[in-house]
């Protein structure tokens, strides 16, 4: 394959085997003025300034070719700073997955002025205002529907979601494009993968249109510092292999907070090394290919 042609004022490492895109990197400066509302001022490891001369040295160290930065604040004109934040360096900023509240008066108002800016490629439920009566409200379900509408992408952290909520989701709007954060949730232990979580997965998986992140293995790990070798990872992602296929799984890191556990290069080592087997056609669509096709990304540069 071609070499990426990378322009602007950027340094770029070319990756010589195959691209690679992050789907999953968090942006923030804890020295505004206004502050933000993550991380928390008692995070030794993520408050500090996370902006994108810090990424560009990771990106460059470790043949990173491009990535879209997801939501890492509730605050609604935080997606317009982060657009600011990275429109000097279009080639390696490609896309933004934005925090708008589902289920209220002014999401389509938003949606619609963010989305004139065609990195913002959709958003991520985060936060779950009013607990477990939140898909009672039909204002949820219009404004999911309008994201459907609008060929926008919806990621979900399962923090405060389950894969059933996912399940539900999909089969009510089967033309939405859903992405499953951080390995589905998995609590990772190095031993064989939990069974329910395994008929989660394996529930979930059966809609077409429901994707999933291979990102922030060193978070869903219980053994902390993050073991570094494949074996203890192997597990779950062996059964997201099986379960989501070569089509539907998608890079990302959750860079800084990946630091927690490890270098930017030793959580790509783990996973470059569950992949080192795949054939080459599924390298490429997990590392790069599957990512443009979901958030209807233009091709590298």
């Known amino acids: 394959m071609a070499s990426v042609f990378l322009a602007g004022c950027s340094t770029y490492q070319k990756n010589a085997d195959i691209p690679i895109i992050d789907t999953h990197i968090h942006l923030y400066d804890t020295t505004r003025p206004q502050g933000l509302p993550w991380p928390p001022k008692d995070d030794e490891v993520l408050y500090r300034p996370v902006l994108t001369e810090h990424f560009d040295k990771v990106s460059d160290e470790n043949g990173i070719n491009a990535t879209v930065i997801v939501e ?156 570094r070798n494949l074996s203890f990872y192997q597990s779950e992602l062996d059964v997201l292999w099986e379960a989501f296929g070569e089509d539907r799984l998608i890079y990302g890191s959750n860079w800084p907070v990946t630091m927690r556990g490890g270098t930017y290069g030793e959580y790509l080592a783990v996973v470059k090394g569950f992949f080192a087997d795949k054939r080459r056609a599924a390298r490429e669509k997990f590392f790069f290919k599957n990512a443009l096709k979901f958030y209807g990304l233009p091709a590298l540069k």
Request: net charge neutral.
């Open 72 to 227: 890492a604040s509730k605050w609604i004109p935080d997606n317009q700073w982060v657009l600011d934040l990275v429109k000097h360096d279009p080639n390696r900023y490609i896309g933004l997955v934005g925090s708008l509240e589902i289920g209220t008066p002014d999401f389509k108002k938003h949606l619609t002025k963010l989305s004139k800016d065609g990195r913002f490629v959709g958003i991520r439920m985060r936060e779950r205002p009013g607990g477990d009566s939140f898909f009672e409200n039909e204002a949820v379900w219009s404004d999911l529907q309008l994201l459907s509408d609008r060929n926008q992408t919806l990621d979900v952290l399962m923090f405060r979601y389950s894969l059933d909520d996912v399940d539900m989701i999909s089969k009510r709007l089967p033309n939405l494009k859903i992405l499953i954060n951080h390995v589905a949730g998995a609590d990772i232990e190095g031993e064989p993968a939990d069974l329910k979580w395994i008929a989660a997965v394996q529930k979930v998986a059966k809609n077409p249109n429901v994707n999933c992140k291979i990102s922030g293995l060193f978070q869903q790990s219980h053994r902390q510092p993050s073991p």
